[in-house]
């Protein structure tokens, strides 16, 4: 059973403070990371990927592989009460997500703090 | 460029019926994914297909879900004899295929089975 996992939260951070997001995945075999915003009632949105071990950088976006301790975190920096959502981590088998269907974690619900 | 669209965006049902839903997904991109989210969960493929071939069905899909992308643009989901658990959210995605794995989501239909 290939897993995604993260922390429901809610995680409350004040406005302004650098939030982080962590998810962990089961299957070691696991190629391409993804992460999603989605708003109440709304479909998911794409805000990053990552498929190399490291960190990559997107405004105020920072996405973290470690594949040796299959995790992948989301950092947002300056965070605004407008990043209240909740973070959904998937994951792919392929690289570049080519195998197909996106594993979903469940979501991690941030609340921002004006 | 549009994203992806889904019609009907809310269809309520009474147990029994059966409902169709349509995506159009991004014109330029040639594989399609239909997805389940209920609360508090992420999402769960479904199905996807590259051009007009169905590459894959989740174990999830029983016989009373069939989906179709008959010339390789947009897709249908037909559900026959609906149930209550089948109330979701239904979402649809499509991504370039060759070149690039990012998902992209459309709206979403919300779908009440009463």
């Known amino acids: 059973q290939k897993e995604v996992e993260q922390n429901s939260g809610p995680l409350s951070v004040p406005e302004g403070a650098i939030a982080s997001l962590n998810c962990t995945y089961s299957d070691r075999g696991s190629q391409s990371f993804f992460w999603y915003r989605q708003y109440s009632g709304k479909s998911p949105e794409l805000i990053m990927f990552?498929?190399?071990?490291g960190d990559k950088e997107d405004g105020r976006f920072t996405a973290q592989l470690n594949k040796a301790s299959q995790y992948v975190s989301l950092l947002i920096r300056d965070s605004q009460p407008s990043d209240s959502a909740t973070y959904l981590c998937?994951?792919?088998?392929?690289?570049?997500?080519?195998?197909?269907?996106?594993?979903f974690g469940k979501g991690t619900k941030l609340s921002v703090k004006p | 460029d549009t994203g992806v669209s889904q019609d009907p965006r809310h269809k309520i049902t009474k147990r029994g019926q059966n409902v169709t839903f349509r995506c159009d997904p991004i014109?330029?991109?040639?594989?399609l994914y239909w997805y389940r989210q209920t609360l508090g969960q992420g999402p769960e493929f479904l199905t996807y297909?590259?051009?007009?071939?169905?590459?894959?069905k989740s174990r999830l899909l029983s016989d009373r879900f069939s989906a179709e992308r008959p010339k390789g643009s947009f897709s249908t989901l037909e559900i026959q004899r609906t149930e209550q658990g089948d109330s979701a959210m239904y979402l649809c995605a499509s991504s370039p295929g060759v070149g690039g794995g990012e998902q992209y989501f459309g709206p979403g239909t919300r779908l009440t089975v009463t």
């Open positions: 998937a994951v792919n088998l392929g690289y570049g997500g080519s195998q197909g269907n996106l594993i």
């Open positions: 990552i498929y190399s071990n």
């Open positions: 297909f590259q051009n007009e071939a169905q590459l894959e």
């Open positions: 014109s330029e991109h040639n594989r």
